[in-house]
């Protein structure tokens, strides 16, 4: 579903009121650097809200200069994370001459007469040299014997009393793997800053391995803010289920972090107490709220952010649904606080912008790569700001969803990923750049 015209005269209503009182109309705030004007939370404060693209560029910044903490963990653990020292072999690989197939280690021309009872196995202990003129029999992975001049595939050969004959033309060096044949000792096999792969954790292994130096993944504190929250059963009497607390802790995993708590705090006073506890001591490197951001009766966030001293790196962002979405430094930027706003497609906008390329920044991962496609039907588009709208991704085309609205997860539910639309909307078959969401393509390996 694409925006109905009342959706868009409503949109468009609120933008022009959010206009500044000089009548200025606010920049773009699709095509980077732009600042378009938010309103609600943003106008009330009277500030301008960040460009989309922007907001982005700071969260990702925001987690690349902040200080790395790095730890040595075993093998297994290190997967997802990201390589703090570089990755120098640690032995020559192969550290032996090794056989590359089964058949026989064979020395000088042939025919060989085979040396009886005395196969050369992987992972047997040196195997005595052999003479001009002999041959033993050998498996993959095997010490080759010295004086070995070429190893001959078993169904390349024939053996007839104690004879070896092999059916076609042996060449010296055949078929044996030397020794460093892919790395020496000390050679660099990975530079500080890689992602650890499954990939990567067999190469470490292999390269002699059992801990490796990395970042650890970012801690993440999810608060969830609201009385009208329940935890199960169904909505009821002006309540409804708490919506976020099952979809962003598997999500932060996804993305990278390590999710410390999930907490649900209050509307009350006391909500609003434990939350400036959580900003001012929390151990987590990133601290992320949800609700309470825009301007409402029980809107904690921005007055206990104030209380605490944190610097808003981001107050608003041009971008619907989430523009009440904020980034502040803590700490004097030994930690973060992402402030989601409360509408669940919302949260996922505001996880996208802000969470994903500051949890990826401070894991000391790089942006995630920018990728475009063209889109199957046309998108209308707020007047100012980006608009993020679900798709499913075909072999050709994103195929945008129903079901958009902020308060709204059935479209996100069936998306392969978010599409990012300009002001002023897309054509049919525009390129428009696609947002993965992590179990589709690009997760972290959890
Ligand atoms: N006067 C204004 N009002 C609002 C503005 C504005 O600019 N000025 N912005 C609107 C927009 S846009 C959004 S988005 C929301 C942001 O609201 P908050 O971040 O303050 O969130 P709440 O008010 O606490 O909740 C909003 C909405 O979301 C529901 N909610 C909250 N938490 C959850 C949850 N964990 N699971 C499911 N649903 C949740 C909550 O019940 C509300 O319906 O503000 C608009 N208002
Ligand atoms: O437009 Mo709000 O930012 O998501 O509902």
């Given at each position: 579903m694409t925006f109905s015209d009342a959706e868009r005269a409503v949109e468009e209503a609120l933008a022009l009121v959010a206009r500044d009182p000089g009548g200025r109309a606010p920049g773009p705030s699709?095509?980077?650097g732009g600042r378009g004007r938010g309103e609600g939370a943003g106008t009330d404060r009277g500030h301008r809200a960040t460009a989309w693209p922007r907001a982005r560029e700071v969260a990702a910044r925001a987690g690349a200069v902040t200080r790395p903490r790095t730890h040595r963990v075993a093998l297994a653990d290190a997967l997802g994370e990201v390589l703090a020292a570089p990755l120098e072999a640690?032995?020559?690989?192969?550290s032996f001459d090794t056989?590359?197939?089964?058949?026989w280690a064979v020395s000088?021309?042939?025919?060989w007469s085979v040396r009886p009872g005395s196969d050369v196995l992987a992972g047997s202990d040196r195997p005595d040299p052999l003479t001009d003129g002999e041959a033993v029999r050998i498996a993959t992975g095997a010490r080759i014997p010295g004086e070995t001049t070429a190893v001959l595939r078993t169904e390349h050969s024939r053996e007839v009393g104690g004879q070896l004959y092999a059916d076609r033309d042996v060449l010296t060096g055949q078929d044996i793997r030397p020794r460093g044949q892919e790395c020496r000792s000390g050679d660099l096999l990975l530079p500080s800053g890689s992602a650890v792969t499954p990939a990567v954790l067999g190469l470490a292994a292999a390269a002699g391995y059992d801990e490796l130096l990395t970042r650890p993944r970012p801690r993440v504190e999810v608060l969830v803010l609201g009385d009208?929250?329940?935890?199960?059963g169904r909505p009821h009497d002006g309540l409804i289920r708490d919506a976020l607390s099952p979809m962003l802790g598997p999500w932060l995993e996804r993305i990278g972090?390590?999710?410390?708590a999930i907490r649900r705090l209050g509307d009350d006073p006391e909500g609003a107490e434990a939350l400036l506890r959580a900003v001012t001591g929390?151990?987590?490197d990133l601290v992320i709220t949800t609700g309470g951001?825009?301007?409402?009766?029980?809107?904690h966030v921005h007055p206990v952010l104030e209380r605490a001293g944190a610097e808003l790196l981001?107050?608003?962002?041009?971008?619907?649904?989430?523009?009440?979405m904020l980034l502040a430094r803590l700490d004097g930027g030994a930690r973060h606080l992402v402030g989601l706003p409360g509408n669940p497609l919302a949260a996922v906008s505001g996880l996208l912008t802000l969470a994903e390329p500051l949890v990826r920044g401070l894991a000391g991962r790089a942006p995630r790569p920018r990728y475009a496609v063209p889109v199957r039907d046309a998108v209308s588009g707020h007047p100012y700001d980006t608009r993020l709208v679900p798709v499913v991704l075909t072999a050709d085309h994103a195929v945008p969803l129903r079901y958009?609205?902020?308060?709204?997860?059935r479209g996100i539910a069936a998306a392969d990923a978010l599409a990012v639309v300009p002001p002023h909307g897309a054509k049919a078959g525009q390129d428009l750049e696609i947002l993965d969401l992590p179990w589709v393509a690009g997760g972290c390996f959890t």
């Open positions: 699709g095509g980077g640690l032995t020559d690989l192969p056989s590359a197939m089964d058949g000088g021309p042939g025919p009208e929250l329940l935890t199960e972090a390590d999710v410390t929390s151990a987590a951001t825009a301007s409402g009766p029980v809107d981001v107050d608003g962002v041009a971008v619907r649904p989430g523009h009440p958009q609205g902020p308060a709204m997860l």
